[in-house]
């Protein structure tokens, strides 16, 4: 018997909650869940309606992308979630422990249009203190090197250059939630729990591949929040630091009291 | 045994609507039912799924703000409502009954837009007789003398200057429905059943829980026809107040003649 | 026993599909249906959630308005279908047998927008071969002399002056699918079976209840691909003549070849 | 008993998918399987709602276009499928297995817009290697002609000119994915499985019907990113074409590593 089983389940029953919550049409998406201690990584395998996954079905994959446990092919967005893990989860990154990569509609708009999602309000602020970074393009040479473990290092890339370094930055800066200095560098991925891949989609990750999935849903409701909202005012402000850092803070700071327990709750 | 279990059942009863009317992600609303008698209010408990709240979960509360019976901790929104009841409904407004507070996706690009919904149609004069108001942003002091107890005060404060205290002023003045003056200060709580809070979302309220809830519907409804409206025509005009005065009166006036009862009803 | 049973039930029944469609929230919409030999038509009582109808709740109504059977109030939308049915289905108009009235979004965002709805494509002129004719907002006047039968002498009147008396009219004539003259007056209203009242929402009609429905899951259709069309596109253009006509022939025409008939069939 | 009994199943259960995914309201829609052997397809039968479809109401038709079984009309776009399945299949497509045409909501838009849908990202690119092109209106003369065989000729026309040929061609070319030459005729049917037809609305295929209704889904969604893109950022840019050629080779390519085979899939 596998000594993954538990992993596999909590990835497993991520994967199942896509479709449930309308983030990916087919197969286009898929979640991992990791665990620190073991350093590998359960992973939907490609191609699999989410109905027909059963909890065996999830490869397990270490830190370096290569299959540890299951005969199918792991999802090809493998690479991507190593390189996540590995840059993030082992150099102190406590929540994350999940990850998800769908195609869900206004996420993908976002990223087609190769802006960062200004932070318009609350909904927003509860769960990410800046704007919603936006990568630039893969560059040529990184698409030749490879393709999907460079999506990975894109994403790390962009972290430690901070919303300078995100296209559209300077409505992401000024929407940033960090009162004063102006200079946002290196995001930390236990705050910023998002991103968008620029003419790609987004990725989110969270405590839990539960989390992480809650985080996409998230992500996918402000990216149609703020489509709207530019909609109906194309000259719509961020929304001020001194309310972002409130919002944020009442559900993450040290003092959270947003839920029934005083410790971190993304709900 | 509680002394509030009709009260208890009547907010959890509205809670349960907030999903199945797709008003709200996750946690992401709530709503509270008011005994005026005992001046006391029922508001589910903060950070729980509808689908697992029980009627005996809601927490009472009193016009202070202060817990009168339950374990759970309430909605952090609960200073809000408290606020609410207190100056509206203790000072004479009959149908403040229930609130609601959700972060509805085209109420919140509105609130996120700061701006006031306009009057666009008889959808929008058949429930209240102006543009729903957006408030401004709540200031860097009262967010930090108490932000759920300021962001009832700003809707207070905003209801006693009238249409002119709000964002985007001049349109909603325009479309008021108030025929000749101009001057609509300040705004009667059983006529306006809603506003937004700018950058944050909708609250709404009505003569019960149930009925908060439909407004906190109707609300979300016309603010996503008044978003295709300005799409469509980006100089859309505000309905002519003969008109609005006309279908506001047809459903609340002295002689409403909607329904089944000669009596005031939303429905 | 009712003399107007299978009536009743023919109302009845489509009422029941206005939910099912998703052309109402709540209680906002009603359907009619007409017997041209008794001169009455059945309409659904006011404010009625529609799950709770029953077939002998329908009210009978003669064409000045009046009820002949029933106890519940009619809609209040009644006088509105009494001058429809009057001055088109007495006046010949052999396809004016039901009558949808509802709060449908879109068809109610291009009212709100005074606007007629181009005639952009092939999905719009398989139904109508012209734009959909928006009228201007009801005047003073007219609503002080009786707002319900107002919305119908205004709906006639606009028929009687063709798209020239329409709001939007250069668009409008433009894609009216009449080659030619640019003369396009009286409308027919066994051609164009549906209409938007400005500021306020959509009627449509067919040769039965049902068929109106279907008429108005059709205009509903038609104003959210054309509010779409237009934000894809600023400038787009109407369909040519020869392609609407082409379209709506051979659904409508006398060689209609559409479906397993050779008769006028709308599916 | 029937010779074309599984080749009626295939589409039969390919025409009941329409509904399932949205694709069409009433029966706006239909699906058709292709024999290549027998030199015949089955297609659904004209008017007939989905859920009262029999597999043996289907009817099978030959490549001219004439009924070789079945008592039903066939659909009226019988002569356009016919059309593709000669000019494509027949000239060596090996993947015009099934053909799909409805009048989902947003292909639709663009359809109505005359534009051909930008290459903003990697979902398009996941499918098709190009920009969505969308033909011409169809002239008079062909209308007169013969409407429903003339809009297959034009499908066949368009591919036979490539992207200059196409309405909207200049920034279709810019995202057309094709490195270099910017010369792009003919379009292979084999790579580029859908297209719109300008005013009308969307034709899709695949190797099987199965395949061809997946790919009708696929433009839908890339129909609606791309219009919320645009909405986003009216200036967004194609994606780059060494990004466009990764993602169509990884899922479409002779080395593709999509999915549990290694073979070409679609999923």
Redesign the interface.
């Known amino acids: 018997m596998s000594g993954y089983a538990s992993l596999k389940e909590e990835a497993w029953s991520a994967n199942r909650e896509i479709p449930v919550r309308g983030l990916a049409?087919?197969?286009?998406g898929n979640v991992s869940a990791f665990d620190p201690q073991k350093g590998v990584f359960a992973i939907k395998?490609?191609?699999?309606?989410y109905l027909d996954l059963k909890p065996e079905d999830m490869v397990i994959i270490d830190l370096e992308g290569k299959v540890v446990e299951g005969t199918?092919?792991p999802s090809?967005d493998t690479p991507t979630h190593a390189v996540l893990y590995r840059e993030f989860a082992v150099n102190g990154a406590a929540l994350v422990r999940g990850i998800i990569h769908t195609?869900s509609?206004?996420a993908?708009?976002?990223?087609?249009?190769?802006?960062s999602i200004p932070l318009?309000?609350?909904?927003h602020a509860d769960h990410i203190p800046i704007a919603v970074p936006c990568t630039p393009?893969?560059s040529?040479e990184a698409?030749?090197r490879g393709?999907e473990l460079e999506t990975g290092n894109l994403i790390v890339e962009t972290f430690r250059k901070g919303l300078a370094g995100t296209v559209d930055s300077h409505s992401s800066v000024e929407g940033s939630g960090i009162s004063g200095s102006g200079i946002v560098a290196p995001l930390d991925p236990d705050e910023v729990s998002m991103v968008l891949v620029g003419?790609?989609?987004p990725f989110a990750w969270g405590p839990s591949a539960a989390k992480a999935v809650?985080n996409g849903?998230?992500l996918e409701?402000i990216a149609?929040?703020?489509?709207?909202?530019?909609?109906?005012?194309p000259s719509?402000?961020p929304?001020?630091d001194?309310?972002v850092n409130?919002h944020y803070q009442?559900k993450h700071g040290p003092d959270a009291?947003?839920?029934?327990t005083s410790s971190v709750?993304s709900?």
């Open positions: 049409l087919y197969t286009w395998p490609s191609g699999v309606p199918l092919n090809s195609h509609t206004y993908v708009a976002w990223a087609q249009a190769c802006r318009f309000g609350t909904t393009y893969l040529r698409v030749e393709y003419g790609h989609g809650y849903v998230v409701e149609r929040m703020a489509a709207l909202t530019l909609q109906i005012n719509a402000k929304l001020p001194y309310i409130k009442r009291y947003y839920g029934q709750s709900k």
